[in-house]
DNA sequence: TTGCGAAAACTAATCATATTAGTTAAAATA
DNA sequence: TATTTTAACTAATATGATTAGTTTTCGCAA
């Protein structure tokens, strides 16, 4: 056992995945993520170019986890009740990987190919889920970034213990999401009206 | 000038401030913040603990100069027009003190007497805010998360280059208010029918 | 004015981490 | 079996925070 678990990237990435999400992001260190894998520090650079390389591929896998319980939770459903699901999806997301959530909203090199990519990739599920609003195509991406900025800063909040006071958190949040939805039916209502003017 | 600054902790704070927002948190260091006081490292823990109290120094402060912003904001507004200015002050708020804020949302220790009156005082200056709504109590107070939400999402995202596609943020961010505002409206009058069907 | 005591600087040393260099052992393959 | 590659190792270096112990400076009281 001692000399035979073939570690490689995939097993590292797992490992770490683990730390953060138990420990937190701050957590993770060569020392650490080396003792857990029962091998010595300078060992990892056989695999990896260091710790931020490390996170930078924490982020990407972040990511696109994130994009496969959105994705998952949007099959089948469409308008409010999609955009519910997706929300709700995000949220369990992070709760239930808070160090990969960080490694992809914290440090990443935004440069990254691979990582726009997976970004780009959660960016085309919310437009598609927006599309049965049918909102102007710019509106749409003004949407996508309130969506995501609700999600992003509800859930960081949470994380962080931000929110104070004793009441219901679970329910804080479904009104959150019921109110921006009900503005999106508000905006389209005026959007109509800006049409018949112009028509 | 060389030996006569007369080094407090006040103008540690100042320089500190300065660093965090020309060039990141990331980079607050011990040595650099020394190197731009004129004096060796040691010598900043005759002043202060460590680099963590420094941190939360900063997070109080960042949290008091966002609440002033804020009020000098909602003073002599109300309704939808408060709301939007005090939107737009703390988006301007992050924007010119990027460092700081971020000292204030992601090391402090939450359970600080003095940063919890700080955040306390800004949730009051929003619940005074939604107080032209109405609402019930308990429904001002999930708004108030839900703003608080909004607003650290967006301006994160913002700052870490987050929004990727050619397309006007400040529209954005307009719009997500917006967006809200009229959400908040049609929660009133949900809330006004159930009023009506239980009376 | 002088000299004491506190404040605030300093140097030197320690500790924790990441990282690099160079070496060796093990395993895969020819 | 011999060779090549992979992946571990030890040893050393660099950077940063921090601590210990010392010295300098400066305001103020004798």
């Known amino acids: 056992m001692s000399r035979r678990m073939k570690i490689d990237i995939s097993i590292i990435l797992q490992k770490a995945t683990e730390l953060v999400d138990e ?3 701050d957590q993770l260190s060569i020392g650490l993520l080396a003792e857990k894998l029962e091998i010595r520090p300078p060992s ?3 695999h990896l170019d260091g710790l931020n390389e490390l996170k930078q591929k924490l982020a990407i896998q972040g990511v696109n986890k994130l994009n496969e319980y959105m994705l998952q939770a949007a099959v089948g459903r469409s308008g409010d009740d999609a955009v519910r699901a997706i929300s709700q999806a995000y949220i369990q997301f992070v709760r239930e990987h808070p160090g990969l959530y960080d490694a992809s909203t914290r440090f990443p090199d935004t440069n990254d190919q691979e990582l726009q990519q ?3 990739a959660v960016v085309q599920l919310v437009l598609q ?3 049965a609003y049918n909102l102007q195509e710019e509106i749409a991406i003004h949407m996508v970034r309130g969506l995501r900025s609700i999600l992003h800063g509800f859930t960081s909040i949470e ?3 931000g929110f104070g006071m004793p009441l219901d958190i679970n329910k804080s949040f479904l009104i ?3 109110t921006f939805i009900e503005g999106i039916h508000a905006v389209m209502i005026n959007e109509d009206k800006h049409m018949q003017r112009n028509d």
């Open 118 to 120: 997976a970004q780009e």
């Open 44 to 46: 990892l650079y056989n």
């Open 176 to 178: 959150l999401i019921n």
């Open 159 to 161: 994380q962080m213990g």
């Open 129 to 131: 889920v927006l599309d």
């Open 23 to 25: 420990q937190g992001l």
